[in-house]
């Protein structure tokens, strides 16, 4: 599968024609993306949480591995905007009977879907169906592999913005599983083009890519020394399902170096805030005290990322609707 064709996202005009990578996209469009959500959260607030910017339009959330937080945020995202929605969970259905890809994505196109969410634990798996779909469909990758996460990455940012304002003179810090991480990997390049002043990534040289600093951080092995000052920290879970071999002694070894507690927290600046992803792995990436306490956004996160998941497919089915008017 080929895995960096981000240019397929754009149409001439620099609009999102999908949304498979933050690679290649600009800050223009990252910005255009953030101010769109920011719109959207009063929407989850009201009594009636639904814009009728999608209705006629038909969304197929295909989710080939599984996921909560991601799966049930597209699809309230998507029923906000009034779009009707189709859930397949194909893990369980067609590719155990042995349907390609490719035929999962004919069938479903003859029942004239306008966009599909895809979540697959190969990497280039969404532009893969991109590449494939009909032109006007609109493709959204929902996680692939290793590679990429950007609806994640960029509900991170929009949580970074709400609660930093600006993301120019910000330290920020992800810390543990970087090697199998696809969210660390569009964080990573969201943040350098967002304009942070430093990324860093702390990890144990086993959980590292062998080429980290040609990503754009700096590294750091050693938790203390690596949150020290940082506006931002990043925790991520580590990968069991995607690891190979022994690459890590034991989780209690790991929390005893890389585990995130109150009292390491006091390296950071004193209005630092924690995130995560989830899901959280208590006692292994953070301790409890940390998850629920007053520095933690990681709720927050959850809530934004339907602002985020609505404003990238309106974004995306806006320019469909002004490409059929056309
Ligand atoms: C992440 C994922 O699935 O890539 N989680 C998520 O989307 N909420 C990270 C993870 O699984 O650790």
Do not use: W
Not at 92 to 106: F, V
Not at 274 to 281: A, F, K, Q, S, T
């Amino acid at each position: 599968m080929s895995r960096h064709t981000p240019n397929l996202q754009l149409d001439e005009q620099g609009h999102l024609l999908h949304f498979l990578t933050i690679d290649g996209l600009r800050r223009e469009l990252l910005t255009e993306i953030l101010d769109t959500a920011e719109g959207f959260t009063g929407v989850s607030e009201r009594t009636i949480k639904k814009v009728p910017l999608c209705r006629g339009k038909t969304v197929a959330n295909l989710f080939f591995e599984t996921s909560t937080r991601t799966r049930t945020t597209f699809e309230l995202a998507e029923k906000r905007l009034s779009a009707d929605v189709l859930n397949l969970n194909i893990s369980a259905s067609a590719t155990s009977k042995g349907e390609t890809l490719l035929d999962t994505l004919r069938n479903l196109e003859a029942m004239h879907m306008d966009m599909f969410v895809v979540r697959h634990a190969d990497s280039g798996a969404a532009h893969f169906i991109a590449q494939h779909a009909t032109p006007g469909v609109g493709v959204i990758n929902a996680g692939d592999g290793r590679h990429a996460h950007p609806t994640q990455a960029m509900l991170d940012m929009f949580t970074i913005r709400r609660h930093k304002g600006e993301f120019v003179g910000l330290r920020v810090a992800i810390v543990g599983d970087i090697l199998h991480s696809r969210v660390a990997r569009s964080q990573i390049l969201a943040l350098n083009t967002l304009g942070v002043s430093e990324v860093r990534v702390i990890a144990p040289r086993t959980l590292l890519p062998h080429d980290a600093r040609k990503l754009g951080v700096h590294v750091y092995h050693d938790l203390q020394e690596g949150i020290r000052d940082v506006d931002v920290i990043i925790m991520l879970r580590l990968q069991r399902e995607r690891m190979q071999g022994a690459l890590l002694p034991s989780e209690h070894e790991y929390f005893q170096l890389y585990g995130l507690t109150d009292e390491r927290l006091e390296a950071a600046d004193s209005e630092a805030i924690v995130m995560h992803p989830g899901p959280i792995n208590r006692g292994v990436e953070m301790d409890s005290l940390v998850a629920d306490g007053p520095r933690s956004v990681i709720l927050q996160q959850v809530s934004y990322g339907i602002a985020i998941r609505m404003a990238v497919i309106s974004m995306i089915i806006g320019r469909q609707n002004l490409q059929a008017q056309a």
